[in-house]
């Protein structure tokens, strides 16, 4: 999956849009949209898909509503994320939706991670949905106004969107009371810095990775009275991260794979996920 710009570039770049202009999306940028989309879908190993749901087509002129409980305005386009309701590969969800916001961002195009404030009717009802599916987040698509709402600036100051915790609180070196510097990260703390600036639910930033070697263990340190949902949005946080390594890694040409690996000696609030073996 290529994208025109450099990921490192994308993933400084974007960030999060509520508040949209009134006006449409181009039907070349809507084509290369849904093309990538499309190639997500063939390429999944997960049961999903993703597809672009509008409040207005050329079919219905008339405005179809896609409600969003206020948190965004002005957008009339959106990306369904649809999950198969017995799939358990959370982070593969995060991982494939978070390569699909980098797409649209590669495009000009803003957007906004939604798995909770959006009304599931209202997109139910715009999409043919099988028995066995389930819409679990969606984000708008199209071009941002100037000037962002009060109740924007409001939400994003309340969440510390700009912020971002510290290296020494993320990352680690052989053990989880050892903070990894960047100096020891070597090649690696550039990949390393792209899952810091991650986007993640309420900006919790779940994620820890401990070096080990020529190994980057992936673990979920769950956020202590985070809400629970039938969807698990931490899951799905530590998803967008691994997207974030491994794109990050494959742009600077580090390469490596996704494996399982039996750590030892973890903080018992630290759920293994996944390690990165580079080569």
């Known amino acids: 999956m290529e994208f025109e710009r450099s990921v490192l570039e994308l993933i400084k770049t974007r960030r999060s849009t509520r508040t949209y202009a009134d006006?449409?999306?181009?039907?070349?940028?809507?084509?290369?949209?849904?093309?990538?989309?499309?190639?997500?879908?063939?390429?999944?190993?997960?049961?999903?898909?993703?597809?672009?749901?509008?409040?207005?087509?050329?079919?219905q002129p008339e405005r179809r509503k896609l409600g969003t409980y206020g948190v965004v305005t002005g957008a009339n386009t959106f990306i369904v994320g649809i999950l198969d309701k017995e799939e358990k590969k959370i982070t593969d969800f995060g991982y494939l939706f978070e390569n699909i916001i980098l797409k649209a961002t590669d495009l000009g195009l803003q957007t906004c991670w939604l798995g909770g404030t959006f009304k599931k009717s209202d997109f139910e009802k715009s999409l043919d949905l099988a028995e066995n599916e389930q819409i679990v987040m969606v984000s708008p698509l199209g071009y941002k106004k100037e000037k962002m709402r009060m109740l924007e600036?409001?939400?994003?100051?309340?969440?510390?969107?700009?912020?971002?915790?510290?290296?020494?609180?993320?990352?680690?070196?052989?053990?989880?009371?050892?903070?990894?510097?960047?100096?020891?990260a070597g090649l690696f703390s550039t990949p390393l810095e792209m899952v810091r600036l991650a986007p993640s639910a309420s900006n919790k930033q779940p994620?820890?990775?401990?070096?080990?070697?020529?190994?980057?263990?992936?673990?979920?340190?769950?956020?202590?009275?985070?809400?629970?949902?039938?969807?698990?949005?931490?899951?799905?946080?530590?998803?967008?991260?691994?997207?974030?390594?491994?794109?990050?890694v494959e742009d600077l040409k580090l390469w490596g794979k996704w494996q399982q690996e039996e750590v030892k000696n973890t903080p018992k609030e630290w759920e293994y996920i996944t390690t990165w073996q580079g080569k």
């Open 23 to 59: 006006k449409e999306i181009e039907s070349i940028m809507l084509h290369h949209m849904e093309d990538y989309l499309h190639q997500v879908n063939r390429e999944a190993t997960i049961k999903v898909r993703f597809v672009l749901a509008s409040s207005q087509t050329k079919e």
């Open 153 to 184: 600036t409001a939400m994003r100051k309340f969440a510390g969107s700009d912020n971002r915790k510290p290296w020494n609180e993320l990352f680690f070196d052989r053990e989880s009371t050892m903070p990894l510097t960047k100096e020891n």
């Open 207 to 248: 994620w820890r990775v401990m070096k080990e070697g020529d190994l980057f263990h992936f673990f979920l340190c769950r956020t202590k009275g985070y809400w629970a949902t039938a969807f698990d949005m931490q899951k799905n946080d530590i998803g967008i991260a691994m997207c974030h390594f491994e794109l990050s």
